[in-house]
């Protein structure tokens, strides 16, 4: 049975939001920038069309907690050598081999420390096209294991919680390994077959 729309100009508005939002994240301009703007947009639509639905515990703020502070923690291990440790280990050039290694060095980073720092943690080392697109299949791809590898994973697990659904950790873990054990591969390798 499909959901009815409550208020269709205001489905319409965040749709426009979103759609002018993804344009701006490639843009150049910090990222911060339009997504405020997105932000307060949407916060003053909500507040004139239906402000019942605004309401403090709509914030995520466990996530939000745990993603700062895997940032945080990434800084602080730039601050002492990971960027010398993380080119060591990354690989070098566009070969199949090394794009596998980086994308591998990705998808362990995500599952480690969550896949936007590990992206940041990587970018560096991904000093041309095809090597920074192996690192975005790592990073996009790879974080299938941890629950704390995706920011997305984290807001549906406190989502499904809110809901009474229950997650099985372990089954979610092994589950994930499979898969980025067949993925990962399989896209870096296609990419090195277009690269």
Known sequence: MPTSIQD????IFSAVVTVLLLPLFVSGIE???????AAVLLL????????E????????????GIAGSLF????????????ELLASVSGRGDDPLSLLQLAAIGAASANGVNN??????????ADSPARL????????LG????????????LWHERLVALGVTISWLRFVLLGMVGVAIIVPLATLALAATA
């Open 31 to 37: 990222v911060a920038i339009p997504a405020g703007i």
């Open 116 to 125: 936007l720092p590990a992206y940041l943690a990587l970018e560096p080392v």
């Open 8 to 11: 269709r100009p205001l489905l």
């Open 143 to 154: 974080p299938l294991v941890t629950p704390w590898a995706s920011l997305a994973t984290l």
């Open 53 to 64: 639905s605004l309401r403090f515990s709509l914030v995520p703020w466990q996530a939000l």
């Open 72 to 83: 945080v923690l990434v800084e602080a291990a730039h601050a002492h050598g990971l960027s």
């Open 44 to 51: 003053v639509a909500f507040a004139v069309r239906r402000r």
């Open 133 to 140: 697109v192996a690192l975005l299949i790592g990073v996009n």
